[in-house]
């Protein structure tokens, strides 16, 4: 079964530095989403790509967060400079199109970790 | 302002027993509902879904049932196994696709 891929699992990071994490959606998929979930709280939207363009992105911090999908495959979020409230789920996750029964896959997520 | 709501954080029941997770929301545009179950550290995966042409849906041990005068939905869990011990998530998708989740609810199964 196709699943969505997302790297690192886990990443501890200091503030002020880098960082940046990989998804790779279900082949095929031309919808491409980036949440992030705060412990206790439900995933919330930050970017939303279809193939390579942003659809969406009025709740990503622009001033520290940037998201790509050049080729309209897999997409990188990086996170500069990375500050404490930034720990959380990242999750990835995709679908073959924005109707109502195209249900979306979610990847394994990313644990960030900012010290 | 959240539009999806989710407002108990923690249930528990006896292997065997009914589950019922509750959601509400406050958008009578939304017209689509999911649930997600999500395990620690695993990402959301999805269990059922309702439109809301419909006032219930069964797949299996789980029935979501969707009241739209209310603005209510509930999934339920018959009977509920260990197994499903995990954050269950009610979303509805805005127009764009993006969905909006509710806070979750933990299930706790006791055996």
């Known amino acids: 079964e196709a699943e969505v891929a997302q790297s690192p699992r886990y990443k501890i990071t200091e503030k002020s530095q880098a960082v940046a994490f990989w998804c790779d959606p279900i082949?095929?998929?031309?919808?491409l989403y980036w949440y992030r979930q705060i412990l206790g709280q439900g995933p919330e939207l930050l970017v939303q790509f279809q193939d390579e363009s942003v659809v969406d992105d009025s709740q990503l911090p622009k001033d520290r967060f940037s998201a790509e999908r050049l080729k309209g495959v897999d997409s990188t979020l990086k996170i500069q400079p990375a500050e404490l409230g930034d720990s959380a789920m990242y999750l990835c996750?995709?679908?073959?199109?924005?109707?109502?029964?195209?249900?979306?896959?979610f990847g394994p997520g990313t644990r960030l970790t900012v010290l | 302002d959240q539009q999806v709501k989710q407002n108990s954080p923690s249930l528990s029941v006896q292997e065997g027993r009914i589950s019922i997770l509750n959601c509400d929301y406050t958008n009578s545009m939304f017209d689509y509902f999911l649930w997600y179950k999500k395990y620690p550290a695993e990402g959301p995966t999805f269990l059922i879904s309702i439109s809301s042409i419909k006032d219930k849906n069964e797949d299996g041990r789980f029935t979501v049932f969707l009241n739209k005068s209310a603005k209510h939905l509930s999934l339920h869990i018959v009977p509920s196994q260990p197994g499903d011990s995990a954050v269950y998530f009610c979303a509805a998708p805005r127009d764009t696709g993006k969905l909006i989740f509710g806070q979750g609810t933990t299930l706790q199964v006791k055996p």
């Open positions: 082949s095929g998929h031309a919808t």
């Open positions: 996750a995709s679908s073959p199109g924005t109707g109502e029964s195209d249900t979306q896959y």
